[in-house]
């Protein structure tokens, strides 16, 4: 038998006891006002407060706290909002490019620009040899090199963030003077794989696992659309000089 079993056994009340009746009762104090004048509790400063003030320094805590939550939800929200437009602005710059190159530049300005990083990088996966040549943030590889270089960050659908190794970090950012630290990779796959997106900071330990990637992985699905048909019309170009030449 228990101490609290004992006691109610014995007629006696116990806290717990109490309790449940005021957590069964909760207006018990509604006609109670001398008893509620009566009742103290300890203060952190040390001195006695009423039960009414008690409740009242509580629910000062409760305020401040949810004020703190919402300004950091308004200052996220703020934040997405800002990541949107940047987003938004990079994509209509991609679609209106003309050829790889002038999307390559657009995504290379935007991400150092707008976004304030140090590097961005779109691989392409092709053993056909495109008539552009490979410029600013954009590399043409083909699917078995970038299979011996990057093994399994090119598995999955989802952004991989980290430090990456030094040979992994040099192949996707092979033009870099300053060497980039922290990298996050986007496969960019629709059907099937095409290649990778690449964004890359100086900072040690910029990306990582826990961060967010909803406007990265926003930005690489929109791509893994446009780039296929970009590079079946580029495959398929013909030189004009090649033309005229076969006409003679």
Known sequence: MTDQTAHQKAGELTPDAVADYLRDNPDFFVEQDELLRSL?????????????????HLFREQRDTLRRELVELVSIARHNDRLFEKSKRLLMQVIEARNLNDMAAAIDDSIRGDFGLDAA????FTDSELPTAAQGALHVVAPEVAKARLGGLLEGDRAVCGQFRESERSFLFPDREEPIASVALVPLRHDELVGVFAVGSCEIGYFDQSMGSLFL???????SRLLPPILQRHAAAVPVTDVVAESR
């Not at 952190?44 to 039960?51: M, Q, V, Y």
């Not at 992985?217 to 791509?223: C, E, K, V, W």
Request: charged fraction near 20%; proline fraction near 4%.
């Open 217 to 223: 992985t926003y930005i690489s699905d929109t791509l």
């Open 121 to 124: 990088s779109i691989i392409l």
């Open 40 to 56: 103290t509790l300890p203060h952190d400063s040390g001195r006695a407060i009423s039960l009414v003030e008690r409740q009242v």
